[in-house]
Each structure stands twice: as C-alpha cells, then as structure tokens.
C-alpha cells in the first residue's frame, strides 16, 4: 500500500514525458489539500488516492500536460490550510487548488484562494456561501450543494410516512446546513434537533435523549470516526429496534461500514453516487480502484476521481493553455465528461445539477457488507440557492 502510494505521487508530481500543444504550459499544477489525519482524515486519504490514481491512470497528465500534484493535509486545522494556500498560491503560483473535505477549513481561507484568482474545485462540501448571491467564477462545487444529499433524505422519509424524526449532526457549517437541507423538505415533525461538537466521539447522552423523546426515526450526519462511534454506541445501546437511522451517504460510506460492520445493515441513505451505478466510467473508476487500494471507494472518492476526469476534459478543451484563467474557467463550465455519476453539469453558480439516489446498506452474496442503489430521489436536481446567483 505504501510503495502504490508513493509510485502514485511520484507518477502525478513527476515531469512526465510528452510534448504539451503549442502555447501550452508544460505541466498542470495542483494544490491539493485535505484532511490526512485525525477522526476525519480516511476522508481525505480516499480523495487522495482517488485523485492520484485518475492522474496514474491518464499517464501522469492532465488534458494532456504533464500534472505536478503537491498533496499536503490541512489536519483539519484553518491555520495550518492558511499556510498551504499562502505557498500554494504565492511561491508555487498553482493553476487550481482542490481536495478540502470540511466546510469549517474551507470557509475560512476560500478568500485568499479567491482573491488570489486561483480556481478552488471542491471535491466535498458545497457551502451556502458560494452558492447564492456570494458565487463566484473561481469557486466550483462538484460533489453538491450541502443541503441537497440530506434533502433527497428529506424527501424519502415522508414517502415513508415518518412523522416525528430526531435530528442530530456536529456544530460547523456543514452540520447545520446539512440538518437546513433536510428540514426543507421533510414535512414532519422534528422531535428535536441536536448538534453536538465537531470531533466528538462518545455519544451516551445523546443516545439516552433521543430515547427518551420517542421519535419514529433518527436522521444523523456524523462524518468519519463521529458515525463509526455514533452507529456502534446506538446499536449497541439497542436504540436501533426503538428509533431506525436514516443518513445522508457520507455517514453510511464505505469507511464507516468497514469500521462498523454488521449494525450498519439495514441503514438507509442518500448519494449523488453508488458503486453499483451502471455506466462505464463508475465501472472503470470501481474495478481500478479496488485493485490499486484493496478496498471499495467510498462517495468521497468518486467525488475526487470526478475532479480529475473535469480537470482532464477542461484543458484538453482550451489545448494546454492553463494560464489563460478565463478561457479554463469557462472550459470548466462547459466541460462534458463521462462522470462516475453519470449525469452531471454546472448550474449558472457553478454547483451541480444532477440526480440523486436511495441506498441500503446490505450484506451481498458473498458476504460482503456495502451498499446498494434501490431507487432514485430526485432527476436533474439544482439546489435552490442558485436564483440568487448573478453569475451568467
């Protein structure tokens, strides 16, 4: 695992052979920061990976240009993403900066990236901020807008008839927007809405208030080491035959199944993405994945891999030419690609339209626990911020 790691950095940092198109930059370069370590840190080692190999798999290049990839981990920490953007955008003068997984890192530095007019790929959280009448050219949201995932579950929790449901999720902007998302669209009645501190992983008292308040059913969004925690303790506490859990899909992903197990089955949640989506890129990116790591990619890292393919389409469209920022802007916008997601393109704020899923995590025939797709929420969704935004 670790010599694939690094043949995988040394294959996207190298100067790979290859003449670039006339006019051409020589190579593409990227920032890419994330959270390595920590209780969130196999979130950002699967967006990682995933990036790396999308680059391996091209050859080493992006678009056709050789890519230099500089990886560092924000540890979760806004001081220490400070620092990387200051060197990323000033001594390492990037083309693009991609790869942070939490909204609470994001939003304190995207206005240095921003103001530096260096273009910010989001390969997770899609903040309100940059989604409504703060959109900016250089701000792009791949993944989703942070409500539209818990919405979809919304949605499918009135279908199922839920009337009284317990919310609880972390204290950060992705929390809160997260539990926003879903209460735009669940019709119920919420029995009460918690949200507990960022990093916390023993959850006892919030297991013996949700007990106590009787609800029909939990929506909780706890990502990395938070759910693994979160899962054990209720099921193990039993809370699971009184109040079912329902999640958005980055609390029930592959890293959480695999660190959870068996009480995992029978969850129910929503992604933009599965692994058993039927089209030749996600077969692709699944088959390539699994050989190169030993493990199933998790949404995180189909999210990243889908940046790549984006970055790939973008300068191949403007034929090297990086440094024009206006001309890859717009080829970002207009890029058709083959996502692992299948449908994708960029609303007016550049946050996606695209169609999101119903997924049970199951035991399969070979005895392997993971999710599969049963339904579809939502077509062609665009999240309702975009009126707001002023871009055209």
């Known amino acids: 695992m670790r010599k694939l790691l690094s043949a995988l950095l040394l294959s996207?940092?190298?100067?790979?052979?290859?003449?670039?198109?006339?006019?051409?930059?020589?190579?593409?370069?990227?920032?890419?920061?994330?959270?390595?370590?920590?209780?969130?840190?196999?979130?950002?080692?699967?967006?990682?990976?995933?990036?790396?190999?999308?680059?391996?798999?091209?050859?080493?290049k992006l678009g056709g240009l050789p890519a230099e990839v500089s990886v560092v981990d924000d540890q979760q920490k806004p001081d220490v993403a400070r620092e990387a953007i200051e060197r990323f955008t000033k001594r390492d003068n990037v083309d693009l900066i991609t790869g942070m997984v939490f909204s609470n890192v994001l939003?304190?530095?995207?206005?240095?990236?921003?103001?530096?007019?260096?273009?910010?790929?989001?390969?997770?959280?899609?903040p309100e901020d940059y989604a409504g009448e703060k959109c900016n050219p250089n701000f792009f949201a791949v993944a989703w807008q942070n409500e539209d995932i818990p919405g979809?579950?919304?949605?499918?929790?009135?279908?199922?008839?839920?009337?009284?449901?317990?919310?609880?999720?972390?204290?950060?902007?992705?929390?809160?927007e997260t539990l926003a998302g879903f209460k735009r669209f669940y019709k119920g009645k919420i029995a009460d809405e918690v949200y507990t501190k960022l990093g916390q992983l023993?959850?006892?008292?919030?297991?013996?208030?949700?007990?106590?308040?009787?609800?029909?059913?939990?929506?909780?969004?706890?990502?990395?080491?938070m759910g693994i925690n979160f899962v054990k303790q209720y099921v193990a506490a039993g809370a699971d035959k009184e109040a079912k859990l329902f999640t958005p899909?980055?609390?029930?992903?592959?890293?959480?199944?695999?660190?959870?197990?068996?009480?995992?089955?029978?969850?129910l949640n929503t992604s933009q993405w599965a692994a058993d989506l039927d089209n030749p890129a996600n077969k692709t990116f699944v088959q390539e994945f699994q050989?190169?790591?030993?493990?199933?990619?998790?949404?995180?890292?189909?999210?990243?891999?889908?940046?790549?393919?984006?970055?790939?389409?973008?300068?191949?469209?403007?034929?090297?030419?990086?440094?024009?920022?206006?001309?890859?802007?717009?080829?970002?916008?207009?890029a058709k690609f083959d996502a692992t997601r299948g449908k994708f393109r960029f609303n007016k704020n550049h946050f996606p339209i695209q169609d999101y899923y119903l997924r049970e995590v199951y035991k399969d025939v070979g005895g392997r626990i993971t999710n599969k797709t049963i339904g579809k929420v939502f077509t062609d969704f665009q999240d309702v911020h975009a009126a707001k935004c002023k871009m055209k």
């Open 12 to 60: 996207a940092v190298g100067a790979l052979g290859g003449t670039a198109p006339a006019g051409a930059a020589d190579k593409v370069k990227v920032g890419f920061l994330s959270t390595l370590s920590g209780p969130g840190g196999a979130l950002g080692v699967d967006m990682r990976d995933a990036f790396l190999l999308a680059v391996k798999l091209n050859g080493g």
């Open 152 to 176: 979809a579950m919304g949605e499918v929790m009135n279908q199922r008839g839920l009337k009284n449901v317990y919310l609880i999720a972390p204290n950060y902007p992705g929390g809160r």
């Open 202 to 225: 023993d959850y006892a008292a919030e297991i013996a208030n949700i007990r106590a308040a009787k609800p029909d059913a939990v929506f909780f969004f706890l990502p990395g080491g």
């Open 107 to 126: 939003l304190p530095v995207m206005p240095a990236v921003l103001n530096s007019n260096t273009i910010y790929l989001s390969t997770n959280t899609g």
């Open 249 to 267: 899909g980055f609390s029930a992903d592959e890293d959480t199944i695999k660190a959870v197990g068996e009480p995992m089955i029978g969850i």
């Open 291 to 334: 050989k190169a790591y030993g493990r199933l990619p998790t949404m995180y890292a189909s999210q990243a891999y889908d940046v790549a393919l984006l970055v790939d389409t973008a300068v191949k469209q403007i034929g090297g030419k990086v440094e024009d920022k206006e001309a890859l802007r717009k080829a970002l916008v207009e």
